[in-house]
């Protein structure tokens, strides 16, 4: 564990690489326990790269980061799995399980750490409700909309009250309503102590919240504001 344990996240000058091309370039920031976060920046501009670093789903070519008092530039292959237990993620390349439906889904978050079924169960309908699709518990993915399938992530990566939650434009395919119903989600869930960074384009989400917000242009770091 890190020294200072009221520190959730750590970049200290982290550089990524991708073919010679630099998608992140000395990057230096820190994120408090309880804290909720945004990254903006244009498209390109490393914001999905940053998340992917935290997650320990890319390495940095250089510079340092702990995540939750995680060395991530020394984790070992068979640590990452612990690393992730504490993590919920609404990434676009981790979409649901076609061949489970909307309730298990939700409930393999629960189920990896062990959860009992009977505490699984009320989380899960809890959660699905939360998003408005409780009564699409028994789907499966195809039969969702778009905009359903991305709420059940939410569901799936919020169900578990993750010590930190890792969100790349979340808000992307849904109405303006549903929009506001995710970020009283995850306000909520900010409330109880998880914390949150939100990767978006949408000035809407942060605007006005008083909250941190990292601001990116090609691999740079331009500004630590507020919204
Ligand atoms: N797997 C990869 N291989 C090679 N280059 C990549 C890869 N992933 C991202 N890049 C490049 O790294 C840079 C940063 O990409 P990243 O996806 O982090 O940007 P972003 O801010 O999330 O953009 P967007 O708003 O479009 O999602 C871009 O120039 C992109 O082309
Ligand atoms: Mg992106």
Redesign the pocket.
């Known amino acids: 564990m890190t020294v200072d344990s009221s520190i959730m996240i750590s970049f200290s000058t982290a550089s990524k690489e ?2 010679n ?1 630099t ?2 370039r000395d990057i230096t920031f820190m994120v408090e326990k309880g804290e909720m976060v945004f990254i903006t ?10 998340l ?1 670093l935290i997650y320990s789903a890319e390495r940095p070519d250089s510079g340092h980061i702990s995540v939750a008092g995680w060395d991530i530039n020394n984790l070992k292959e068979s640590t990452i799995p612990l690393l992730r237990r504490h993590i919920g993620v609404v990434f676009q390349d981790f979409r649901l399980l076609a061949n489970r439906n909307i309730f298990d889904n939700v409930a393999m978050a629960l189920r990896i750490r062990g959860a009992a079924e009977r505490e699984i169960k009320t989380k899960v309908y809890e959660s699905l409700k939360s998003v408005g699709l409780r009564h699409k518990s028994d789907s499966y993915p195809r039969n969702l909309s778009g905009g359903e399938q991305q709420r059940v992530v939410i569901a799936r990566a919020t169900v578990a009250e993750p010590n930190l939650l890792l969100a ?2 979340p808000t992307g395919n849904l109405d303006a309503d549903t929009a506001e119903g995710v970020m009283r989600i995850f306000k909520n869930i900010n409330a109880k102590g998880t914390t949150i960074m939100i ?1 978006t ?1 949408n000035k809407e989400l942060y605007r006005n919240t008083g909250k941190k917000v990292i601001r ?1 242009d090609s ?1 740079n770091l331009v500004d630590v504001g507020k919204g």
Request: aromatic content about 4%.
């Open positions: 991708y073919d091309q998608a992140l920046g244009p498209s390109g501009s490393g914001k999905t790269t940053l992917k790349d434009e990767a384009h990116l691999g």
